[in-house]
């Protein structure tokens, strides 16, 4: 029997919201967000419906990526608090029926990290072929470079070690050798620590970068990358049967699939993935306004195999990637929603936010979340886009999205009593600024646009059938609208139209007959079904509607 609906399964309906402790909320006004003003603001997640935090790194680090290299696996950098501050945290997240994952980043350690310093010694380190050293770069070793704008190659010289070492992203962060058992080992140890602290798992951080070992000299000691992620996840498993991995893959649906792995039919690899196709689709969608691509896109999304689930998202903390789009349709959202060079980044995406691309038109921001909310997979938000902040292309890079959390009008938006100065970045200023987005003036007040996410989590929540079932993309006579049905003993069907004009599609709901009606879950309202099973649905301009098949 498949047991596919029991809560344990808790991440097929889990409310994810990621954010940074550093940007969060800072409680002694040193400018650094930390653990302790984070649990002041446990009841506030709770309130929005989070069920899951998804922290961004924490760990010591030299903060030259954000916090994506590492000096320490096992620490909490102490900007941010200490491993006390975490536990505090992570039990009060529990109290409250929040569970807590975190960033792993194993692809690779800071270079300040003491195994690389122990390992540039040279082979006699006992840390050297924890990396992945060459004596010459390899011929191939510009291709696929992560940030073309800083970095010239995969493999850089270092005159300690007299070799050249790999690093698939930043040359600061020097690639471990997963090919070497030592460092499998130390990974899972690495897991099993914050596993035993309470954690319910990790967000894994480049996923088909740490699993390729082309370049390690043992690399045919690794007999299959796949078998190794099985492992982990087994691992993972003994140690905490509820936990998860969610793994970052950006890849085309055939390629993300293999991340699922398939023991049996069940997902024994990472128990989700990223829908990474399905957001750059829905980007071009929505320049568009024309539903195709995005109906395309997850007519073509395969199904995980019993117990993965797709993570859904419109946003996180890196640029928008619009690299799996072809190059004309990545400059037709460009000139959509990010036109100016400055807004773009690596030619290849946007380090903008929602409510700027659609210059603050709340009916597209509304839209645009419930599609989050209603397309089938588990859907994660990043903090601030509840209440619409917007970017600071004032900071570099893909620092744009990652300001501190606007909580109020006052100093700082709230976030912190510090000098601006101390600050991990600028606060936005002008319309999408503390003086007019902020959680104060939104929370509790029925037209926010945080009332609107919480109403749609709410539904969400209400609506197995968004999480659970199967869903199909309805055929309509309208090209601007997207129409999906999910069924699981009951049915939901969900109109999304992405262009301004007022359109009444008409659907067939198979199964469905005028013995039933179709009730608004969003607001008031009910639609009649024919005997065919046919319903014509008005929808305003940039209009949405979620629907459930009711017994007259
Ligand atoms: C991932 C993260 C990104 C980071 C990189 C290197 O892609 O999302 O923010 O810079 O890994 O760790």
Not at 346 to 354: A, H, I, M, N, W
Not at 359 to 373: A, H, Q
Not at 513 to 520: G, H, K, M
Request: glycine share 8%; net charge negative; proline share 6%.
């Amino acid at each position: 029997m498949e047991l596919t609906r029991t809560a344990d399964l808790w991440w097929k309906t889990a409310i994810v919201y990621c954010l940074d402790v550093e940007t969060f909320f800072d409680s002694n006004g040193d400018g650094h967000g930390d653990f302790r003003g984070l649990t002041q603001k446990i009841d506030y997640l709770d309130r929005l419906g989070v069920t899951c935090v998804w922290l961004m790194p924490f760990y010591p680090s030299p903060d030259r990526d954000d916090g994506y290299d590492i000096t320490d696996f096992y620490n909490v950098d102490p900007r941010l608090g200490t491993l006390g501050d975490f536990v505090e945290f992570l039990r009060t997240a529990r109290d409250r029926g929040i569970r807590v994952i975190a960033d792993l980043v194993v692809n690779h350690t800071s270079d300040r990290h003491p195994w690389f310093q122990s390992a540039r010694e040279g082979p006699d380190s006992q840390y050297h072929d924890w990396y992945v050293w060459q004596d010459k770069p390899p011929p191939d070793a510009k291709k696929g470079i992560v940030f073309p704008d800083q970095e010239e190659s995969l493999w850089t010289y270092d005159r300690k070690a007299k070799r050249y070492y790999l690093h698939r992203f930043y040359k600061h962060q020097p690639d471990l050798d997963v090919a070497n058992p030592a460092v499998r080992d130390e990974i899972a140890r690495v897991m099993g620590f914050w596993l035993e602290l309470g954690l319910s798992g990790f967000r894994v951080d480049g996923v088909p970068f740490l699993l390729d070992t082309a370049g390690s000299h043992d690399a045919a000691q690794l007999p299959d990358p796949h078998d190794y992620l099985a492992d982990l996840r087994a691992f993972l498993g003994r140690r905490r049967g509820d936990a998860v991995m969610l793994g970052e893959v950006n890849l085309p649906y055939k390629d993300t699939m293999k991340f699922f792995g398939d023991g049996d039919g069940v997902a024994d690899e990472l128990t989700m993935c990223f829908d990474f196709i399905g957001m750059q689709k829905m980007y071009l969608s929505l320049a568009r306004e024309d539903a195709e691509p995005l109906a395309d896109a997850l007519r073509e999304r395969p199904l995980p195999p019993r117990d993965g689930h797709w993570a859904t998202f419109v946003r996180n903390h890196d640029e928008l990637t619009l690299d799996k789009l072809t190059d004309s349709q990545r400059q037709e959202v460009f000139a959509a929603f990010g036109p100016d060079k400055d807004m773009q980044l690596y030619d290849r995406g946007l380090r903008r936010r929602v409510p700027s691309m659609f210059d603050g038109d709340e009916r597209r921001i509304r839209m645009v979340y419930s599609l989050l909310y209603s397309l089938p997979g588990c859907p994660v938000l990043y903090y601030g886009e509840e209440i619409g902040m917007a970017e600071d292309l004032r900071a570099e890079g893909r620092l744009a999205v990652r300001t501190p959390m606007q909580w109020s009008s006052t100093r700082n938006a709230g976030f912190s009593q510090a000098d601006v100065k101390d600050l991990p970045g600028p606060i936005p200023q002008g319309r999408f600024g503390p003086e007019h987005v902020n959680v104060r003036a939104q929370e509790g007040v029925a037209e926010s646009l945080h009332s609107w996410i919480r109403h749609l989590i709410d539904r969400y929540r209400e609506c197995p059938e968004l999480a659970w079932g199967r869903y199909e993309v309805l055929d309509t006579d309208e090209s601007s609208v997207l129409a999906h049905r999910c069924d699981i003993q009951g049915t939901v069907v969900v109109l999304h139209n992405l262009a301004d004009r007022e359109v009444a599609p008409e659907i067939t709901l198979d199964g469905v007959d005028n013995s039933q009606v179709l009730v608004d879950l969003l607001r008031e309202g009910e639609t009649e079904v024919s005997t065919k099973g046919k319903a014509t649905i008005e929808l305003e301009s940039y209009g949405c509607r979620w629907l459930r098949v009711t017994e007259r």
